[in-house]
């Protein structure tokens, strides 16, 4: 399990300040998807941004041997 620190995809002028997500996910995949999955009460037409976003984010390896560590979830997520 990874925990993911990015960017948030949607740049100025249409996010006006940007913004921020952590995720725990297995994989880059995971992690997209559970994005994608969050995004959908907002405009999905910059969702194509968020495998970038995701390959670019910081990754930090968990220890496995901590329970919480081992279901995939937003963390936590800042967007303007």
């Given at each position: 399990?990874?925990?993911y ?13 940007g913004?921020?997500w ?5 994989n880059?995949?995971?992690?997209v ?16 941004e ?6 670019k ?11 919480s560590?081992k ?9 303007t």
């Amino acid at each position: 399990m990874f925990l993911y620190v990015g960017e948030y995809w949607v740049e100025f002028p249409s996010s006006e300040y940007g913004g921020l997500w952590v995720v725990m996910a297995e994989n880059d995949e995971q992690c997209v998807e559970l994005l994608r999955d969050a995004n959908n009460w907002f405009d999905r037409e910059y969702d194509d941004e968020i495998p970038e976003a995701v390959q670019k984010a910081k990754r930090f390896q968990l220890d496995e041997n901590v329970e919480s560590n081992k279901t995939p979830r937003i963390v936590d997520t800042f967007f303007t």
